[in-house]
């Protein structure tokens, strides 16, 4: 039967519409039977065999659980053990893997979060172009049906699929160049994203050494999981950047190589699919986390292509310059104005150097979306908007 629910009698049956008096008849669930079990759903008939879940581990201890998944991994694949390897020990969890952790952690996370206002290719995308948010869904979606294919840890290489970008900071790769000044070494996204932006996230090492150096770029991962997701990354970007840059007008579908469209297809599907089950198939017949040498020479073909007709293109360098110089000016009216920060104002707005007003600067730009780092400079800095990057609101 329906629980009760007595909040409606407090508002008027004459302004609540019957699609909101059904909702609102929900808000309790309904009787499963018992007074210990609520339902979902009044004609709910879902249930599972309890007894057997238990025995057969399913739901068992952890240390069962990962037993069993363990026994579903290939020799050299990651194992699952306790809380992981992590800076600050914890206690497991009850349920989950400390790599199932480590991906809900990113998920929830406000830097994950703000992906989704940061540029992959184009500053304020359409409705339908790739935003940071999108592209890391998708290199989970390629990276995870790799490792799953293939008997790899999966619940890590989505940890670190999902997490690989959240060291970017606004208005894409040219963040990087933009705060290279202020960073000793330089600004990478890569190691920003393990080092500062996920830090608080307490991550376990494997994953954070994946995120921290999926960039090939940089030194291998040292799990293979992460080389899954470093391809995966590049698999991802370079079909539906090309697919966007379509949609945008700048390229023609024919434009692409024909050695890519032969070996590789034309449309975004045909070319993941083909760049995936490359991977599997020669993961599987050799051990290596690789591409057989055709796939690899289409992949780079791919690739070059984007780097000419998209990356490099006049207008995209334009962008770029107007970032570099929106951010630096952003970063050093911050490190000179410190009690501006939200960290720094809830300590009382005082820092103990330049040097670290200078640290707090870097960071909060780093963490900015690229309407919330425009409007910024537009508030601050008195910014014109005809300086602002390319495709912001006018």
Not at 341 to 350: F, L, M, S, W, Y
Request: charged share 25%; with cysteine.
């Amino acid at each position: 039967m329906l629980r009760r629910w007595g909040m409606m009698n407090d508002v008027s049956t004459e302004s609540v519409s019957d699609r909101n008096r059904r909702w609102a008849a929900t808000m309790e669930g309904y009787e499963g039977g018992s007074d210990d079990v609520t339902i979902a759903h009044k004609d709910s008939s879902a249930t599972i065999n309890a007894e057997r879940s238990v025995n057969a581990n399913v739901s068992g201890t952890l240390a069962d659980r990962e037993a069993q998944l363990d026994d579903l991994l290939v020799s050299g694949a990651t194992r699952s053990s306790g809380a992981g390897m992590r800076a600050r020990a914890e206690a497991p969890d009850e349920f989950r893997t400390c790599f199932e952790r480590d991906r809900d952690r990113i998920l929830h996370s406000s830097a994950f979060r703000r992906l989704a206002g940061k540029t992959q290719v184009f500053v304020f995308p359409d409705d339908h172009m790739r935003t940071r948010l999108t592209h890391a869904l998708e290199v989970a979606q390629v990276a995870t049906g790799i490792a799953r294919a293939v008997g790899l840890n999966v619940a890590l290489t989505e940890a670190i699929a999902l997490g690989h970008d959240c060291g970017h900071g606004p208005g894409g790769h040219a963040s990087e160049e933009a705060l290279d000044p202020f960073v000793v070494g330089g600004f990478d996204h890569a190691t920003w994203g393990a080092n500062v932006s996920l830090a608080p996230l307490n991550l376990c090492v494997q994953t954070l050494d994946g995120i921290r150096n999926h960039s090939w770029s940089r030194p291998a991962p040292s799990t293979p999981e992460g080389e899954v997701v470093s391809w995966a990354d590049r698999i991802a970007y370079v079909c539906h950047d090309f697919e966007d840059a379509v949609s945008a007008g700048i390229v023609e579908p024919d434009d692409l190589p024909s050695l890519v469209r032969e070996r590789c297809g034309e449309r975004r599907g045909q070319q993941l699919g083909a760049f995936i089950n490359a991977m599997i198939r020669t993961i599987r017949a050799t051990g290596v986390i690789g591409m057989d040498a055709r796939h690899a020479e289409a992949l780079a073909a791919f690739r070059t292509f984007n780097y000419e007709s998209i990356y490099l293109r006049g207008a995209s360098r334009q962008q770029a310059t107007a970032v570099v110089g929106m951010l630096r000016a952003l970063v050093e009216h911050y490190a000179s104005h410190p009690q501006l920060i939200p960290d720094v104002a809830e300590r009382g707005g005082e820092v103990e150097s330049p040097a670290r007003a200078l640290e707090e600067a870097v960071a909060y730009v780093a963490g900015m979306t690229d309407r919330f780092a425009c409007r910024s400079a537009v508030t601050l800095l008195e910014w014109p908007i005809d300086q602002l990057p390319n495709g912001i609101d006018r």
